[in-house]
C-alpha cells in the first residue's frame, strides 16, 4: 500500500494546489497576528498629568498644547510635579490628562494609579481566552474537521473584533478580549496541521516556515502608526480579516481526516481536485490507500471518539506530549514576554515593534534551509542555545554595565533571544505536526498550543521588565537551558512519513522491548494496544486492532497490517510475541 504522501508525490507534489493551499489558508494567520498583538499598542502608557480642582483643572489646559501643558504641571506646585502622579500633598487625582495624540485603552479608561494593574490583567486575559480556544480547538478539529473549525473560528474573530471597537468600558473591552482570544487560540491550532496535511514529505516543513506572524505583526505596526487609535485598529483587523473567509468556498476539507472518517467517498474527490489542479492524473492506487486508513481506523477506533487523554496512553506517547507541551510553555512565556515588554525598551515604540518582528524574517529562513538539512532536533538545539546564551548576557549586562548603556544593550540581547526563541517555535511547529498521527493531529497540536497560552498568561507577570528585570532575565536564561536539554529527549522526525493512526505511531516510536508475551493458537488474554505491538515469528506484518485488545482462539494473520486479531482467520500454526512498550 502507497503512504497517501507518495499519491501527494504522484499528483503533483508542491504545485498549484499547494501554493493555493498557503494563500488561501495560511494567510489567515497574518490578521490573527495583527489581531494578538494590539494589545501591544493598546496596553501602551503615555506620559499624563494629575487633575485636581484648586491646583490644575481641566480650565486650564483646555486651550493649551502638549508641550505647554507639561511646562504647566511642572511649575504648579512647589517641589514636586503633577506629571505621572496619583496624588499632591495626600490627595488623589480627580481625573487625569494624557499627553501626546494616541488613544489607547489606558488613556481611554484612566488604567493608571488604583488600575494600573489592568493593563497585564487584560492581556492575560485575552491569553486565558486563547488557552480555552486551544483546548477546544483540537477536539472541535478532530470532531468536526478542520475546515469547519478554522473557518468558524476565523469568522467570529473578525465579528468580536468589530464589537470591540465599540466598547463602552474597560470591563465590556475585557470580555471582548477573551471571546478574541479564544477564535486566536481555535484558529492556532487548526492553521498548521490543516493545510500541512495536504503536502508531500519532502515540503512538510515549509508550512510553519513562512513568516505570516511577523509580516502581520509588522503590517500592524504601520497600522497603530498610522492610526493611532485602539477602536480604529479593531475595525480595521475586522475589515481586513473578510477577504480570508473567502476560501472556505475553494479549499476541501483535509482528505486524510476525511479517510480516518470513513467517508471514503469524499477523500478521494478531494485527491482526484488535488489531481486536477495540478495537471495530473490520480493514480489507481489512491483508492486502495483511503481505504486501508479508512478500514484500519475503524477497526482501532472501535466507535470511540479520540480525546486528550488518548495523548497519555503509552509512555513513548506520555513522554512526547509531556516534553512538547514543556517546551511550548516556554516558548510562548519568553516569545510574549519581550513582545509585550517592547515599551519598556529604549527608544521609538512604533520601530520597537517593527524591529522585534522584522526579525524574525532572516529566523524564519534560517529555520527552513536548516530543518531539512540537519533535522528537527539539531535545529532546536541550536536555537534553544542561542536564546539561553542571549538571556544570560541580559543578566550580566543587567547587573553591571552602566545604565545608559545597559539599556541599549539588553535590547539588543532580547532581540537576539526573541528571534531565536521564533525560529525554533517554526521548527517546532513542524515537528509537533509530524509527531502525532491523523486521528489525534489536532488534539497534540492543540494540547502543546494550551500549555503555550498558559506561558502567555503567565507572560507580563512573569517576564515583567519594568518592574522585576533581573529576575525576568534569570527566568529567560534558566527556562531557555531547561529547554535545550529536553530536547535531546524528543525523536526525530525528519523525512518520515506521518502515522494515519494511533497504533502507527506507538510502533514507530517503541524503543527497545523490556516484556515479550508469547501467544499461540488457542491462547486467551486481554491488553491495551498503547503499550504493546504485535511481532510474528514468520516475519508477517501484525498490527494490533484497537485501543483494548481481546483475544480469544486467536488465529494468526496472514494478511498485511492492520487485520483485527479478534477474527479467526485460517492460517498455518505460528507464534507471535506480544512486546511491551
Given at each position: 500500500?502507497a503512504?497517501?504522501?507518495?499519491i501527494?508525490d504522484?499528483?503533483?507534489?508542491?504545485s498549484?494546489?499547494q501554493i493555493l493551499m498557503i494563500a488561501?489558508?495560511y494567510?489567515?494567520k497574518?490578521?490573527?497576528?495583527w489581531?494578538t498583538m494590539?494589545?501591544s499598542?493598546?496596553g501602551?502608557?503615555?506620559?499624563?498629568?494629575?487633575?485636581?480642582d484648586?491646583?490644575?483643572?481641566?480650565?486650564v489646559i483646555q486651550?493649551l498644547?502638549?508641550s505647554?501643558?507639561r511646562?504647566?504641571?511642572?511649575?504648579?506646585?512647589q517641589?514636586?510635579?503633577?506629571?505621572?502622579?496619583?496624588?499632591?500633598?495626600?490627595?488623589s487625582c480627580?481625573d487625569f490628562?494624557f499627553?501626546?495624540?494616541k488613544?489607547t485603552m489606558i488613556?481611554?479608561w484612566?488604567l493608571?494609579?488604583d488600575?494600573?494593574?489592568m493593563?497585564?490583567?487584560i492581556?492575560s486575559?485575552?491569553?486565558?481566552g486563547?488557552?480555552?480556544?486551544?483546548?477546544f480547538g483540537?477536539?472541535s478539529?478532530d470532531?468536526f474537521?478542520r475546515k469547519k473549525t478554522l473557518y468558524?473560528?476565523y469568522l467570529?474573530n473578525?465579528v468580536f473584533n468589530?464589537?470591540?471597537?465599540?466598547s463602552?468600558?474597560?470591563?465590556?473591552f475585557t470580555?471582548?478580549?477573551?471571546?478574541?482570544?479564544?477564535q486566536?487560540?481555535?484558529?492556532?491550532?487548526?492553521?498548521?496541521?490543516?493545510?500541512?496535511?495536504f503536502?508531500?514529505?519532502r515540503?512538510?516543513?515549509?508550512?510553519p516556515a513562512?513568516p505570516m506572524?511577523?509580516l502581520?505583526v509588522?503590517a500592524?505596526a504601520g497600522?497603530?502608526?498610522?492610526?493611532e487609535?485602539?477602536?480604529h485598529?479593531?475595525l480595521a483587523?475586522a475589515?481586513l480579516?473578510?477577504?480570508g473567509?473567502l476560501?472556505?468556498?475553494?479549499?476541501?476539507?483535509?482528505?486524510?481526516?476525511?479517510?480516518?472518517k470513513?467517508r471514503?467517498t469524499?477523500?478521494?474527490?478531494?485527491l482526484k481536485?488535488?489531481?486536477?489542479?495540478n495537471?495530473r492524473?490520480?493514480p489507481?492506487a489512491?483508492?486502495?490507500t483511503i481505504k486501508?486508513?479508512?478500514?484500519t481506523?475503524k477497526?482501532?477506533?472501535?466507535g470511540?471518539?479520540?480525546s486528550?487523554l488518548?495523548?497519555f496512553?503509552g509512555?513513548?506517547t506520555?513522554k512526547l506530549?509531556?516534553?512538547f507541551?514543556?517546551q511550548?510553555?516556554i516558548?510562548?512565556?519568553v516569545f510574549?514576554?519581550?513582545s509585550?515588554?517592547?515599551?519598556?525598551?529604549a527608544?521609538?515604540?512604533?520601530?520597537?515593534?517593527?524591529?522585534?518582528?522584522?526579525?524574525?524574517?532572516?529566523?524564519y529562513?534560517?529555520?527552513?534551509l536548516?530543518?531539512d538539512r540537519?533535522?528537527r532536533?539539531w535545529?532546536?538545539?541550536?536555537?534553544?542555545?542561542?536564546a539561553?546564551?542571549a538571556?544570560?548576557?541580559?543578566?550580566?549586562?543587567?547587573l553591571k554595565?552602566?545604565e545608559?548603556l545597559s539599556?541599549?544593550?539588553?535590547?539588543?540581547f532580547?532581540?537576539?533571544?526573541k528571534?531565536a526563541?521564533?525560529a525554533?517555535?517554526s521548527a517546532?511547529q513542524?515537528?509537533v505536526t509530524?509527531s502525532?498521527?491523523?486521528?489525534?493531529?489536532s488534539?497534540g497540536?492543540?494540547f502543546?498550543?494550551t500549555?503555550?497560552?498558559?506561558?502567555?498568561i503567565?507572560?507580563?507577570?512573569?517576564?515583567?521588565?519594568?518592574?522585576m528585570?533581573?529576575?525576568?532575565y534569570?527566568?529567560?536564561?534558566?527556562?531557555n537551558?531547561?529547554?535545550?536539554i529536553s530536547t535531546?529527549?524528543?525523536?526525530?522526525?525528519r523525512?518520515k512519513v506521518m502515522a494515519?493512526t494511533v497504533?502507527?505511531t506507538?510502533?514507530?516510536?517503541?524503543g527497545p522491548?523490556?516484556h515479550?508475551?508469547?501467544?499461540?493458537?488457542?491462547?486467551k488474554g486481554?491488553?491495551?494496544?498503547?503499550d504493546h505491538?504485535?511481532?510474528s515469528?514468520?516475519?508477517r506484518?501484525?498490527?494490533?486492532s484497537g485501543?483494548e485488545?481481546e483475544?480469544?482462539?486467536?488465529?494468526?494473520?496472514?494478511?498485511e497490517?492492520?487485520?483485527d486479531l479478534?477474527?479467526d482467520?485460517?492460517?498455518?500454526?505460528?507464534?507471535?510475541s506480544?512486546?511491551?512498550?
Amino acid at each position: 500500500m502507497a503512504a497517501i504522501e507518495h499519491i501527494f508525490d504522484d499528483i503533483g507534489g508542491f504545485s498549484r494546489f499547494q501554493i493555493l493551499m498557503i494563500a488561501l489558508v495560511y494567510t489567515m494567520k497574518f490578521m490573527i497576528a495583527w489581531s494578538t498583538m494590539l494589545l501591544s499598542f493598546a496596553g501602551y502608557k503615555d506620559d499624563y498629568v494629575c487633575i485636581i480642582d484648586g491646583v490644575f483643572n481641566q480650565s486650564v489646559i483646555q486651550y493649551l498644547g502638549d508641550s505647554e501643558i507639561r511646562q504647566e504641571a511642572e511649575i504648579s506646585i512647589q517641589n514636586g510635579t503633577l506629571i505621572n502622579v496619583c496624588e499632591v500633598d495626600g490627595k488623589s487625582c480627580q481625573d487625569f490628562h494624557f499627553l501626546g495624540v494616541k488613544r489607547t485603552m489606558i488613556s481611554e479608561w484612566n488604567l493608571i494609579c488604583d488600575l494600573r494593574w489592568m493593563k497585564a490583567t487584560i492581556t492575560s486575559v485575552q491569553f486565558g481566552g486563547v488557552l480555552t480556544g486551544a483546548v477546544f480547538g483540537g477536539q472541535s478539529g478532530d470532531y468536526f474537521g478542520r475546515k469547519k473549525t478554522l473557518y468558524g473560528s476565523y469568522l467570529l474573530n473578525a465579528v468580536f473584533n468589530a464589537i470591540a471597537a465599540y466598547s463602552t468600558s474597560w470591563q465590556m473591552f475585557t470580555v471582548m478580549r477573551f471571546l478574541i482570544g479564544i477564535q486566536i487560540g481555535v484558529v492556532l491550532v487548526i492553521i498548521v496541521p490543516y493545510p500541512t496535511e495536504f503536502f508531500p514529505l519532502r515540503w512538510r516543513h515549509s508550512i510553519p516556515a513562512i513568516p505570516m506572524w511577523p509580516l502581520g505583526v509588522l503590517a500592524f505596526a504601520g497600522g497603530a502608526w498610522l492610526l493611532e487609535d485602539w477602536a480604529h485598529l479593531h475595525l480595521a483587523c475586522a475589515i481586513l480579516s473578510v477577504p480570508g473567509l473567502l476560501g472556505y468556498f475553494y479549499i476541501p476539507e483535509s482528505a486524510r481526516w476525511l479517510a480516518t472518517k470513513g467517508r471514503q467517498t469524499e477523500a478521494y474527490a478531494v485527491l482526484k481536485k488535488m489531481a486536477k489542479v495540478n495537471g495530473r492524473e490520480l493514480p489507481e492506487a489512491a483508492m486502495d490507500t483511503i481505504k486501508t486508513i479508512a478500514v484500519t481506523e475503524k477497526t482501532s477506533r472501535k466507535g470511540k471518539e479520540y480525546s486528550y487523554l488518548d495523548l497519555f496512553k503509552g509512555r513513548a506517547t506520555t513522554k512526547l506530549t509531556v516534553i512538547f507541551s514543556f517546551q511550548w510553555f516556554i516558548l510562548s512565556s519568553v516569545f510574549y514576554g519581550l513582545s509585550f515588554a517592547v515599551s519598556s525598551f529604549a527608544g521609538n515604540i512604533y520601530l520597537n515593534i517593527f524591529l522585534m518582528n522584522v526579525a524574525e524574517l532572516p529566523a524564519y529562513l534560517l529555520s527552513f534551509l536548516l530543518i531539512d538539512r540537519i533535522g528537527r532536533r539539531w535545529t532546536c538545539l541550536g536555537f534553544f542555545g542561542i536564546a539561553s546564551l542571549a538571556s544570560f548576557a541580559c543578566v550580566g549586562i543587567h547587573l553591571k554595565a552602566p545604565e545608559e548603556l545597559s539599556k541599549r544593550l539588553i535590547s539588543a540581547f532580547c532581540l537576539a533571544a526573541k528571534l531565536a526563541v521564533a525560529a525554533c517555535w517554526s521548527a517546532s511547529q513542524t515537528w509537533v505536526t509530524e509527531s502525532y498521527p491523523t486521528v489525534t493531529r489536532s488534539l497534540g497540536y492543540g494540547f502543546a498550543n494550551t500549555s503555550s497560552r498558559v506561558g502567555a498568561i503567565i507572560a507580563p507577570f512573569v517576564i515583567n521588565l519594568d518592574e522585576m528585570p533581573l529576575f525576568a532575565y534569570i527566568l529567560m536564561a534558566t527556562l531557555n537551558l531547561l529547554s535545550t536539554i529536553s530536547t535531546y529527549f524528543l525523536p526525530e522526525t525528519r523525512h518520515k512519513v506521518m502515522a494515519e493512526t494511533v497504533q502507527e505511531t506507538v510502533q514507530e516510536l517503541s524503543g527497545p522491548a523490556d516484556h515479550k508475551a508469547e501467544i499461540t493458537n488457542g491462547s486467551k488474554g486481554k491488553m491495551s494496544a498503547y503499550d504493546h505491538k504485535v511481532e510474528s515469528d514468520a516475519g508477517r506484518p501484525v498490527m494490533i486492532s484497537g485501543p483494548e485488545l481481546e483475544f480469544q482462539d486467536i488465529s494468526i494473520p496472514s494478511k498485511e497490517a492492520g487485520v483485527d486479531l479478534k477474527t479467526d482467520l485460517e492460517t498455518e500454526n505460528e507464534t507471535i510475541s506480544i512486546v511491551k512498550l
